[in-house]
């Protein structure tokens, strides 16, 4: 009797470049499946050998694969290919999709020296831009999106800018559509004047609010104070103005990851708030010696979603087709009369059906336009009001729905967004990455690679 043949531990199912943890050279990485896992097996020349954990859950891993769609290309970029990817951002021709979301850096100052800090900002640290290079940056963005969707100032901490509101004003002249201010929200809180100053943005404007726990231990680790008080006293002051807002959860293993199904449950508590988004820690800035035994990947959060949300199930939680691996959404409706009640919306309606049929029926399962139209809802710009005419065009297409008078006040999403550090970087994604920076030198930036090689 012949001796059996030995078999791989894995199932091998591709290949991808990566980064080697230490040095963050670009090395080769076999993709493998295994213990219903998805690992990078990487070899470093320097630093030997490296597995890192991609993904806990393989069927939405491959079901990523399936929401890939063509990328839309910026009108200019701003380098040549010469070193090839991640060398060459500023966009380079080999990137594969424009910006859908930008992101102008104001300043380097904070009020606050967060433990998990990508930005490495911290008190004193100054850097204001000027309004020139603030326009600058605005002229390189026009240039590559000539109507861009959305821009996030962000820093630092950007109300301490002492020009915010006439870049806010700035921006809202310009032909962006949407605008977002990323905040620790202390000055909101603080300031009830400054609040009235942004509630006079009631269009295209939402604030994006840093909001990690509801529990003081976990925020001392990961923002270094309680700022449990802080955060509600805010969220009081944009509630009496009814300025939009997404609550913005940074997610660490073993300091907040239990919390999530609060933290959407007490989003829900509050009319002004549009959504909750949650991005898992990136390594970089002030986390690049963050272990790997913290790390949470998107399929993580994903799953508690799942498991403890009373709206969301995992088939609501779909890929976003510009860069389904690393950006996942759910949409739901909110009782007018009882806005913590929700209705989940983007699991009603399968791929295989928003993807096939034809014709021009006004019936959801034979038209294109209303198809096209709930697509739509799953772009970046979904964020913005022009949702709720969107759905309720849907919806009335729609059986066990009623949306008479449907508003953005009624949209509820749920997105979760990570961003490639060393350990889980992949070229083949990093060119589908549409949030962007943008810089005064006329260059523009993935979030991921700036974030690694060139802030």
């Not at 090839?84 to 606050?112: K, R, T």
């Not at 829900?268 to 390594?283: D, S």
Request: proline content about 6%; charged content about 25%.
């Amino acid at each position: 009797m012949s001796q059996a043949q030995r078999q791989r531990p894995y199932l091998f199912y591709g290949q991808t470049q990566s980064l080697c943890e230490q040095c963050l050279a670009v090395v080769p990485a076999k993709i493998v499946f295994m213990d219903n896992c998805v690992y990078y097996l990487k070899r470093c020349p320097e630093h030997g050998s490296q597995k890192t954990l991609v993904s806990t859950d393989i069927d939405y891993y491959l079901k990523c694969k399936d929401y890939l769609k063509p990328g839309d290309l910026p009108h200019r970029f701003q380098t040549r290919i010469e070193r090839g990817c991640p060398h060459d951002c500023g966009l380079c021709p080999d990137h594969e999709q424009h910006s859908c979301l930008a992101i102008f850096d104001l300043l380097d100052e904070c009020n606050m020296r967060c433990p998990i800090c990508y930005a490495d900002s911290a008190p004193s640290l100054g850097n204001a831009k000027t309004m020139d290079e603030v326009q600058a940056m605005l002229d390189t963005l026009l240039a590559s999106e000539l109507t861009p969707d959305l821009v996030q100032l962000s820093g630092g901490e950007p109300t301490l800018h002492p020009q915010i509101l006439e870049i806010i004003d700035l921006l809202h002249r310009s032909p962006v559509r949407h605008l977002m201010l990323n905040t620790n929200g202390i000055r909101i809180a603080r300031e009830p004047a400054f609040a009235d100053a942004l509630a006079r943005y009631p269009k295209g404007f939402e604030v994006y609010l840093q909001f990690d726990s509801l529990q003081a231990d976990a925020l001392k680790t990961l923002r270094g104070i309680d700022a449990r008080r802080t955060r509600e006293q805010a969220l009081s002051h944009l509630e009496e103005r009814g300025i939009s807002t997404t609550l913005v959860c940074t997610v660490q293993l073993g300091a907040n990851d239990e919390e999530i199904d609060e933290i959407i449950n007490y989003a829900l508590r509050w009319r002004c708030v549009r959504g909750v988004t949650f991005q898992p820690v990136q390594r970089a800035g002030r986390t690049e010696n963050f272990g790997k035994a913290d790390r949470l990947t998107l399929s993580d959060i994903r799953r508690r979603i799942a498991e403890g949300s009373n709206a969301f199930s995992a088939d609501d939680l779909l890929p976003l087709p510009c860069h389904p691996e690393n950006i996942c959404i759910g949409y739901g409706l909110r009782n007018p009369d009882q806005p913590e009640m929700l209705a989940p919306v983007s699991g009603m309606i399968s791929r295989e059906t928003l993807l096939s049929g034809s014709g021009n029926s006004i019936t959801f399962e034979t038209s294109s336009e209303l198809k096209q139209a709930f697509l739509d809802t799953f772009s970046l710009d979904a964020l913005t009001p022009e949702v709720a005419q969107r759905m309720e065009t849907l919806l009335c297409c729609l059986p066990k729905v009623e949306a008479p008078d449907l508003s953005y006040e009624n949209v509820f999403r749920v997105v979760i967004m990570s961003f490639l550090d060393a350990h889980d970087f992949c070229i083949s994604s990093v060119k589908r990455s549409c949030v962007h920076f943008v810089t005064p030198d006329g260059k523009i930036y993935p979030f991921d690679t700036y974030n690694l090689f060139y802030r």
